[in-house]
């Protein structure tokens, strides 16, 4: 399961900077040559769940390096998007983690949105990767 610690300790370990400013998204990850940098706007997360879900995904984007400038092509765009949440549906959200979480009981989407204390569009975004993208039963 996702912690917040996961994201801070891998940034303190690689040296990546974490910083709070007004931004274009809730969350970005900007890279200048080998230097690393996670801006996070608190005014546009607004909660501990949209913290920890925008978190996971940047951790994709860092863990990958699946990054693009702001003025790529959509493709682009969408390549670097994909492979962060695959990594970070991979390592938090994996199939194995999804059916633990609905032989518990949890098995709508806001249910297990409630369970890993993720956005449910993530839960949504994870489902849809594992069952459609991979072809796993879940």
């Avoid at 007004?22 to 608190?42: E, H, N, Q, S």
């Avoid at 959509?74 to 390549?79: P, R």
């Amino acid at each position: 399961m996702y912690e917040l610690t996961d994201f801070y300790e891998y940034c303190q370990n690689q040296g990546v900077e974490v910083g709070l400013h007004p931004l274009p998204a809730p969350a970005m990850t900007l890279r200048d040559g080998g230097w690393y940098c996670v801006g996070l706007d608190f005014a546009k997360l607004g909660t501990i769940r949209a913290l920890r879900t925008a978190t996971m995904h940047e951790l994709g984007h860092l863990r990958t390096g699946a990054l693009h400038k702001v003025d790529s092509p959509y493709q682009l765009v969408a390549q670097s998007e994909y492979r962060a949440n695959a990594d970070s549906f991979g390592r938090y959200l994996n199939p194995q983690a999804l059916r633990q979480a609905m032989r518990a009981g949890f098995r709508e989407p806001w249910e297990l949105a409630e369970y890993f204390d993720l956005e449910e569009s993530c839960i949504r975004q994870a489902l849809y990767y594992w069952t459609e993208c991979r072809g796993i039963a879940i």
